[in-house]
């Protein structure tokens, strides 16, 4: 079910968003036009599955009420919510009229917020008599901030999953894929042109995407949960809210583990803040794809030398797969959408212990790791073990002349053989005594 939050700027939107999430989702500051693009998330009622969506709160209204309305049109179920201090104004007025339009007043339950003094009163019936004449489906008084009421808003949502028809949301069934990068390398755009929607805010002014925004598109057999991030950029360079959005998209990426499309300029070279930002995502275990977009600003000949060349300053994790795009024209995005699902297909794989044993064993007798002169090292044994990313046990011979050639050199082999494109591969070596002290070798 998809349940759609709707309402003027600053009335509390995010706040309620983020108790019905269960998290702090949303970015909540006294700020009018804080959330700045529509966020979603999912939750549970009554064990159903509720992607709940928020609507931005901007200072120009006819920009806000475009998203509104773009929420509406995709919501099976409406929270429009109101500030009991400030009543039934021009704005919400216009709002009215835009659920009328589509038809959803039996689908929209009214939420008047702040309204804990109220809420405690004996004549509220008189004061609730204006939003009754609103003609929605129900009302509810709350107050999102403290939580006052929000037992009863969510029995009303319990009682609304269980007895409307609606498409069901399994969220398992998605492949979450995050776009990362600086600001303005057109991430926001990206997601747009996917969604064939402005779902996220475009604008030259770095900082412009603040909460990360989702949405699901499908690609041949598999659906994808795009996701738009704030841009990353050096951490001592950020302040207030960007620094918020900023601690939020890293707390993010390490909840979610998804595969993370990192964008890049191709009229720019390659910064130290893009290796940085690559070092921390291998850091993370995370699978990336390098994607250059803005193709469109270049010539022919310029995308050719891109292609033929890898910088030098990437030598260190070639591995990572590279597709060249235009967000804005739409240009190669199946080509995209197709080297992610690859990366995800190696993400996943499961290799035997026994091919993983012939394929090391063969590899030493053919072409061994060097090592420094006393230093020798062999691999015994190798098996796979559980994890989010590629992970692999080692036990050698003698852990104490364990150096980092041998882990360059299998996690060479390990790609040769069974490819692993995109993919961090973690690597584990133990001795053969149980007691020895372990050494553990994450490969960039």
């Not at 995308?303 to 739409?330: D, H, V």
């Not at 420094?372 to 062999?378: E, F, Q, S, T």
């Not at 005594?433 to 960039?444: G, L, P, W, Y």
């Amino acid at each position: 079910m998809k349940l759609g939050l709707i309402g003027a700027t600053n009335v509390g939107k995010s706040t309620l968003f983020n108790r019905l999430i269960g998290t702090h989702r949303a970015i909540v500051t006294d700020i009018a036009g804080t959330t700045r693009d529509i966020i979603t998330d999912n939750t549970e009622f009554g064990g159903v599955t509720v992607q709940v969506s928020d609507s931005p709160g901007l200072d120009n209204f006819s920009e806000e009420l475009d998203f509104i309305g773009k929420i509406i049109k995709n919501s099976d179920y409406l929270l429009f919510v109101v500030d009991f201090n400030i009543g039934i104004g021009p704005k919400e007025l216009e709002i009215i009229q835009l659920i009328r339009k589509s038809g959803m007043e039996d689908q929209c339950l009214l939420v008047i917020n702040k309204a804990d003094k109220w809420m405690r009163e004996a004549d509220k019936d008189v004061a609730l008599a204006d939003y009754w004449s609103l003609g929605l489906a129900s009302l509810v008084m709350i107050s999102a901030k403290n939580g006052a009421n929000v037992d009863e808003l969510e029995e009303m949502l319990h009682l609304i999953v269980s007895t409307h028809s609606y498409k069901k949301i399994d969220p398992k069934d998605e492949l979450i894929v995050t776009f990362v990068g600086k600001p303005n390398v057109g991430k926001s755009t990206l997601l747009n042109t996917f969604a064939k929607a402005p779902l996220s805010k475009v604008s030259d002014v770095p900082g412009t995407t603040l909460d990360y925004i989702s949405e699901q598109v499908s690609y041949g057999d598999t659906v994808f949960k795009l996701v738009d991030t704030a841009g990353i950029r050096k951490f001592t360079k950020t302040h207030g809210l960007e620094k918020i959005a900023y601690a939020k998209t890293l707390k993010m990426l390490e909840y979610y583990k998804p595969i993370t499309i990192l964008l890049r300029d191709s009229t720019e070279e390659i910064s130290k803040q893009d290796l940085h930002l690559v070092g921390e995502l291998i850091g993370m275990g995370l699978p990336i794809v390098i994607a250059r977009n803005k193709i469109d600003a270049i010539d022919e000949s310029q995308l050719e030398r891109l292609k033929k060349g890898t910088p030098e300053m990437m030598n260190f994790a070639r591995w990572i797969p590279a597709c060249y795009i235009s967000g804005k024209q739409g240009k190669h995005l199946d080509n995209l959408m197709k080297l992610v699902k690859k990366v995800h297909d190696f993400r996943t794989i499961k290799i035997s212990t026994n091919s993983l044993n012939t394929t090391v064993l063969n590899a030493q007798t053919i072409s061994p790791a060097k090592f420094p002169k006393n230093k020798i090292c062999k691999i015994r044994y190798i098996t796979q073990v559980e994890g989010h990313q590629p992970s692999f046990v080692c036990f050698v011979n003698n852990a104490e002349k364990l150096n980092f050639s041998l882990a360059r050199w299998l996690d060479n082999v390990l790609r040769r053989t069974y490819g692993f494109d995109g993919v961090p591969i973690k690597i584990d070596f133990r001795g053969k005594k149980e007691k020895e002290e372990r050494k553990t070798a994450s490969v960039d």
